[in-house]
C-alpha cells in the first residue's frame, strides 16, 4: 500500500473506532459499578433516530446530539430500575431494552429512512498538528470534534476510576458491594447513576452515527456495534484507556472490510470484526483467569440488603 | 421503606403455578395496553385496532394457520433454548443457529440429488447438525476457557448472516434469477407438505411437538435431566456429584442449537422453497425464541404456549402492516415491552407484602427462583 492509504486507513479507523469508543467508555463504567448492560445495541440504535431526527428537524447538529445522550439515558433509567431497584435478571432486562430498542427505532425512525441529513457534523482540523508529516493526515486532518473528545472522556475517566474518591466507591460497589454498604455508600444510586451515565455515552455513540460518520438513519444502523463495545470492554479488562486501543483495533477492522472489498467479497469481509471479536475473547480467556485480569468480583448480581 | 407503613417483603417459600401463570399474563396484557398507546399515537384507535387484528388472526381459519406457522420456528428455536437456559447457558444465538440449519438443508437440496423420502429427513439432519455445530462454538468456548457465551452467540448471528448474504450473492446464486439475491428454487418434490392450501408445514410442527414430549421426559425423568436441573441450580454440587458437566453442558447446548437448526429447516424447505436473504429466513425469530422461553419457565411444555402467544404476535405484525398500514417493526416493540413487563414482575414471584411481625425477623434466607 502506499503510505497515504495507510494513513487514509488510520484516520478512518479513527473515525470508526468513535462510537465504539463511546459505548464501550460508558459500560466499563457500568460494569465497574457491578452492572451488566445488554442494552448497549438498543441504546445506541435509540439515540441514532432521536440524534438524527432532532437535528434533521431543527439543523441543529449539536442539539441532536444532546437528544441522543438524554434518549440513550432514558433507555439505561428503564434497565436500571428494572435491573438495580426491582433486582431482577440484569442480562434479561439488558436484552429487552436491545429488542424494544431496534423495534422502536424501526417504528419511529421509518419515514426518515433514506434522507440525506442537512446540516450534519462538520469535519474539524487540528491546526498544527495536522502539518506533522504521516501522524497528521492519519490522526489530525478532517476527524470529528466527537473522536477528540471520545479520547479525553477516556484519559478522564480512567483519572477518575483509578485516582478520584468517586473512582474508589465506583469501584468498590462493583468489587465488594456489602463493603461499600457497609461504609455508608449507597449501592443502588451508586449503580444507578453510573448506568444511567453509560447510556449516555451509548446514545452518543448512536448519535455520532447518525449526525456525523454517517449522516443519514437506516434501520438498525448500529449493526452490532453495540455488542461489539460489549466484548471491547471485556477485551480492554475494563480500563478506560486500553479501551481505546481496542476501539482503534476494531474500527480498523471495520474499515478494513469497506477496502478489501475489491479483493474479496464483501460479505465475507463484513463478518470479519465478529468473528475476530470471538477471537479476542478467547486470547483474552486464554491470557488468564477471570479473577486475575480484573473483571469487578460482584458484575452481573444484583445488591440486596442483608443477602450475601 | 415499606416498613414505615407496617407492611414488609417476604421471600416466597413456593409460588403456585396458578399464580405464575397469573403474573405472566399480567405482564403480556400490560405490554398489550402501552402497545395499545402506540396505535393511539398513530393515529391507529386502538380497541378497533386490536378488534381488527382478533378478527383476522383468531377468528379466521386462514388467519389462524399462519398463527401457527409463524410459532412453528418459535417452538422449535424456544424449546431449545429452555433446556439451554436450564444449563445456565445464555444462547442468544438462536438466530444464528437458525440460518445455520436453512443452509444446511438449502446444501441438500440443491446440491445432493436424492429421492425425495430420503432427501426430506436427510434435510433435516442436516439442518440440525448444522445448527448444531453452530452452537458448538460458544459451547466449548465457554465450558473450556469460560469466554462470555452472550457476546460469542451473538457475533455467530451476525457471521451467519454474513455468510447467507454471501451464499446467496455468490457461490450459491441461482443460475435463473437475474437481479435478485436467491438461491434456485429447491426441485418441488422436496418441498415440506403442507395442510391444505395453507402454509402450515406439518413436519416441522410435528418435529416441534416430539421435541417437546422428547425434553419434557428427559427433564423429569432421565438421570440426564435430574443433571441439567443439577447443573442449573448449583454447578459445584453437579460437579462433586460425578456429572461430567463439561460433557454435559456442551451436549445439552447442541442439542438446544439443533433444534434451532431445524426451525431453519422448516423456513426454507417449507415457506420459501430457496435460501434467501437472512432477514426473510428468519424475521428474528431467533431473538424472539428467547421471549418463547423465558415465558416458558424452564417448561418445555409451556414453551407450545408461550410459542403460540408469540406467534400470534408474528401475525399480527403482518396485520397490522396490511389492515392498518402500521410497520411491522411493531413486533418488536411488543416483543420488547413484553419481556421488560416479565422482567419487572419478577419480585412478584419471589416476595409477597405481609405485615410486620416483632417475632420473625430473619426470613433473609433467600429463595431466588430461576427465572
Known amino acids: 500500500m502506499e503510505l497515504d492509504q495507510v494513513t487514509y486507513t488510520f484516520a478512518r479507523a479513527l473515525a470508526f473506532s468513535t462510537p465504539l469508543l463511546w459505548a464501550a467508555l460508558g459500560e466499563i463504567m457500568a460494569e465497574r459499578a457491578g452492572v451488566v448492560n445488554l442494552g448497549v445495541e438498543g441504546m445506541m440504535v435509540l439515540g441514532a433516530v432521536i440524534g438524527f431526527i432532532v437535528s434533521q428537524a431543527t439543523g441543529l447538529p449539536y442539539l441532536g446530539l444532546l437528544f441522543a445522550a438524554v434518549t440513550g439515558a432514558l433507555a439505561a433509567l428503564i434497565h436500571s430500575f428494572i435491573a438495580i431497584i426491582l433486582g431482577a435478571n440484569q442480562y434479561i432486562s439488558g436484552l429487552a431494552i436491545t429488542i424494544f430498542g431496534l423495534g422502536l427505532s424501526g417504528l419511529i425512525g421509518r419515514t426518515w429512512v433514506g434522507q440525506p441529513l442537512q446540516a450534519p457534523m462538520k469535519f474539524v482540523t487540528v491546526p498544527g498538528l495536522s502539518e506533522v508529516p504521516i501522524l497528521g493526515p492519519a490522526f489530525f486532518t478532517d476527524q470529528y470534534i466527537l473522536t477528540y473528545v471520545g479520547l479525553v472522556t ?4 480512567w483519572f477518575v476510576l483509578y485516582y478520584t474518591r468517586p473512582g474508589l466507591i465506583l469501584r468498590t460497589v462493583g ?34 452515527l447518525s449526525i456525523a460518520y454517517r449522516p443519514s438513519w437506516g434501520e438498525g444502523m448500529t449493526n452490532g456495534m453495540g455488542w461489539i463495545a460489549l466484548a471491547i470492554t471485556i477485551f480492554a479488562l475494563w480500563d478506560p484507556l486500553r479501551a481505546v486501543l481496542a476501539s482503534f483495533f476494531f474500527g480498523a477492522f471495520f474499515f478494513l472490510s469497506f477496502l478489501l472489498q475489491k479483493m474479496f467479497p464483501p460479505e465475507l469481509l463484513t463478518l470479519m470484526p465478529y468473528t475476530f471479536t470471538i477471537v479476542a475473547l478467547t486470547l483474552v480467556a486464554l491470557g488468564k483467569g477471570r479473577r486475575a485480569f480484573g473483571s469487578p468480583e460482584a458484575l452481573g448480581v444484583p445488591y440486596k440488603r442483608g443477602e450475601r | 421503606m415499606l416498613e414505615r407503613f407496617g407492611f414488609k417483603l417476604v421471600p416466597r417459600k413456593a409460588v403456585p403455578g396458578y399464580f405464575v401463570f397469573l403474573v405472566s399474563f399480567g405482564a403480556i396484557v400490560a405490554a398489550i395496553v402501552v ?187 432421565t438421570k440426564l435431566g435430574f443433571e441439567i436441573r443439577m447443573l442449573g441450580e448449583s454447578p459445584i454440587a453437579a460437579k462433586y456429584s460425578g456429572v461430567n458437566v463439561l460433557f454435559t453442558t456442551t451436549m445439552l447446548i447442541a442439542l438446544s442449537a439443533g433444534a434451532a437448526g431445524l426451525a431453519g429447516v422448516g423456513e426454507v424447505a417449507g415457506i420459501h422453497h430457496r435460501l434467501v436473504e437472512p432477514n426473510s429466513i428468519s424475521l428474528g425469530f431467533g431473538y424472539t425464541a428467547i421471549i418463547v422461553a423465558m415465558l416458558a419457565r424452564g417448561s418445555p411444555v409451556a414453551a407450545v404456549f408461550t410459542a403460540l402467544f408469540l406467534g400470534w404476535v408474528f401475525a399480527s405484525g403482518d396485520i397490522m402492516k396490511v389492515a392498518l398500514g402500521l410497520p411491522f417493526q411493531i413486533t418488536g416493540v411488543i416483543n420488547g415491552l413484553v419481556l421488560l413487563f416479565m422482567i419487572s414482575s419478577e419480585p412478584l414471584l419471589r416476595f409477597r407484602i405481609a405485615r410486620v411481625s416483632l417475632k420473625n425477623p430473619e426470613t433473609a434466607e433467600s429463595e431466588t427462583g430461576t427465572v
Open chain 1, 175 to 208: 468489587e465488594s458491594p456489602v463493603a461499600a454498604d457497609a461504609v455508608g455508600i449507597n449501592v443502588k444510586v451508586v449503580r444507578m447513576l453510573t448506568v444511567v451515565f453509560g447510556g449516555c455515552m451509548a446514545g452518543i455513540g448512536g448519535g455520532y
Open chain 2, 35 to 221: 402497545t395499545g398507546f402506540i396505535f393511539w399515537i398513530y393515529g391507529v384507535n386502538p380497541f378497533a385496532a386490536y378488534s381488527t387484528i382478533v378478527e383476522r388472526t383468531l377468528l379466521n381459519s386462514r388467519g389462524l394457520s399462519e398463527v401457527v406457522r409463524k410459532s412453528i420456528p418459535l417452538l422449535l428455536a424456544g424449546v431449545g433454548l429452555v433446556l439451554a437456559f436450564r444449563a445456565q447457558f445464555w444462547n442468544i444465538g438462536a438466530e444464528g443457529q437458525i440460518l445455520a440449519g436453512a443452509v444446511g438443508a438449502s446444501g441438500i437440496a440443491l446440491f445432493v440429488p436424492l429421492p425425495p423420502f430420503v432427501a426430506i429427513p436427510a434435510m433435516f439432519v442436516a439442518g440440525f447438525v448444522a445448527g448444531a455445530l453452530w452452537g458448538l462454538v460458544p459451547a466449548i468456548l465457554k465450558v473450556r476457557l469460560g469466554v462470555n457465551e452472550i457476546i460469542t452467540t451473538l457475533m455467530m448471528n451476525y457471521i451467519a448472516l454474513y455468510i447467507v448474504r454471501w451464499l446467496i450473492n455468490g457461490p450459491w446464486k441461482g443460475d435463473s434469477v437475474v437481479g435478485f439475491s436467491y438461491s434456485d428454487m429447491f426441485h418441488r418434490s422436496i418441498w415440506l407438505p403442507t395442510i391444505g392450501n395453507t402454509r402450515l408445514h406439518w413436519p416441522t410442527l410435528v418435529l416441534g411437538l416430539l421435541l417437546v414430549v422428547l425434553l419434557a421426559v428427559l427433564i423429569t425423568r
Open chain 1, 154 to 157: 477516556a484519559g478522564l475517566l
